[in-house]
């Protein structure tokens, strides 16, 4: 596992066979699980300094991240 903070497996520890399995028959999960990756690893770069985001930028990459993250979970969940 990544030391990136918010990783999904780390955000729904007990959902990671569900995400494993729907990973691999789920294209849109797929696409969502590969966005959301993307998106956190775009927040953890500004926040680090990495990659500098005016506040504005990193404000819109995190709520980005969420949304992504609320539609993960309800497919995890329904």
């Not at 007990?14 to 966005?35: G, S, W």
């Amino acid at each position: 596992m990544s030391d990136t903070p918010h990783e999904i497996l780390a955000e729904f520890p007990e959902h990671a066979q569900q995400i494993h399995e729907l990973r691999t028959v789920d294209a849109h999960f797929a696409r969502l699980y590969d966005a959301y990756h993307e998106v956190n690893r775009a927040v953890h770069r500004a926040e680090t300094n990495i990659e500098p985001r005016s506040d504005e930028g990193t404000e819109a990459l995190r709520k980005e991240r969420i949304r992504l993250k609320d539609e993960i979970y309800a497919l995890l969940t329904r």
